[in-house]
């Protein structure tokens, strides 16, 4: 049986606007593993997941909470509960869900994807120590080495490339010069000096 509010708006429309909001939020949580943006955060590993998952339905209890305010003109019961719990979440998910790329100077082995799943463009990411001079960028993927043509690198240099096997995930990055490397998912900012690896690039070993 539907109850209608003081308003006129019916409390059902609260409860099926927070199923929406729920599956809304479990899509994207889910897609957030497997399809991650170049983002200061990743999602890739199950605590992570659950921790992130978590957020999503104490906010979206949240919305429906406030939903109810608005249509009954005065306070659910449990709203600063889930305000409480919001917060709570939001922070650890703030700080555990920082993004641990792999790094290293001249070399790191870099794992992309998430446990080795995923699609699509990957990068590595190298700042020179050296400013001005000449660096030969490689790429140990599997069968197959990617060596484009040395570039001078006068500032962070993202080389992109992409992972075109769902399975795939590990790779040796290396440079011939002082250099940190770091490893990452996504597109890299669109700021930032780039270079793509393409056919041309990759060599069977």
Sequence with gaps: MTVPAEDGQPHSNGE??????????????VGAMFFRPALPYEVNSAPKMLLLLCLLAAL????VLCLRWRWQHQRPRGFRRVAALVAVFGALFAVTAVQAEETGVRSAHCEFGVWGLGYGMVWAKVEPREPGEPYQFIVRWGDWVGRPKPVVLHQTTYFTF??????????????D???KITCGDGRPPSDEDQIHLDGDDWKSR
């Design 162 to 175: 992409l992972k075109r096997d769902l399975l795939s995930s590990k790779a040796d990055v290396r440079v």
């Design 16 to 29: 099926q606007l927070g199923t929406v909001l729920g599956v809304a939020g479990v899509v994207l949580a």
């Design 60 to 63: 979206t209890w949240l919305i």
């Design 177 to 179: 010069r002082d250099a």
